[in-house]
C-alpha cells in the first residue's frame, strides 16, 4: 500500500517562509506523478504544484515565483518551498501522487495517493 507522510507545517508570520516535505513508502517505483494540493474553505482541493513522472513542474499561475517544488533526495519525495507567505496561503496542505498526470495535474481526483495533510497557517 503506498502512504504518503507530509511534514513541515506550522505557523509563520506574513512574508515568510515555510518548506514542506513528503515521503512516500510501499512501493518500488520511482516514478510518481506527485503534487501538493491546498484544501479551500468549501473543502475543494486546488492543486499548487507537481511533479510528473517525466520530470515536467507544473505551478498554480497565481503561485509561480513564490512557491518552488522539488524533488527530495529520497526516492519518490517531495518538497515545497514556500517564501512570502500570506494568510491567504493559511490551509491544509496535501500531498498526493499517481503514475502519471498529464495534463491532468491539476485535477485532484486525478491523485488516487493522499497523505494526512499539514496546516499551515500565517498571520498578518
Known amino acids: 500500500v503506498v502512504q504518503l507522510v507530509e511534514s513541515g507545517g506550522g505557523s509563520v508570520q506574513a512574508g515568510g517562509s515555510l518548506p514542506l516535505s513528503c515521503e512516500t513508502s510501499?512501493?518500488?517505483?520511482?516514478?510518481?506523478?506527485m503534487a501538493w494540493l491546498l484544501q479551500l474553505s468549501d473543502k475543494r482541493r486546488e492543486a499548487v504544484a507537481s511533479?510528473?513522472?517525466?520530470?515536467?513542474?507544473n505551478y498554480d499561475d497565481s503561485l509561480k515565483g513564490r512557491f518552488t517544488v522539488s524533488r527530495g533526495t529520497a526516492k519518490n519525495s517531495l518538497i515545497l518551498a514556500m517564501s512570502n507567505l500570506t494568510p491567504a496561503d493559511s490551509g491544509m496542505y496535501y500531498c498526493?501522487?499517481?503514475?502519471?498526470?498529464?495534463?491532468?495535474?491539476?485535477?485532484?481526483?486525478?491523485?488516487?495517493?493522499w497523505g494526512q495533510g499539514t496546516r499551515v497557517t500565517v498571520s498578518s
Open positions: 498526493a501522487a499517481t503514475w502519471a498526470c498529464g495534463r491532468a495535474w491539476a485535477a485532484s481526483n486525478v491523485y488516487g495517493y
Open positions: 510501499g512501493s518500488t517505483r520511482t516514478d510518481f506523478c
Open positions: 511533479i510528473d513522472s517525466d520530470a515536467q513542474i
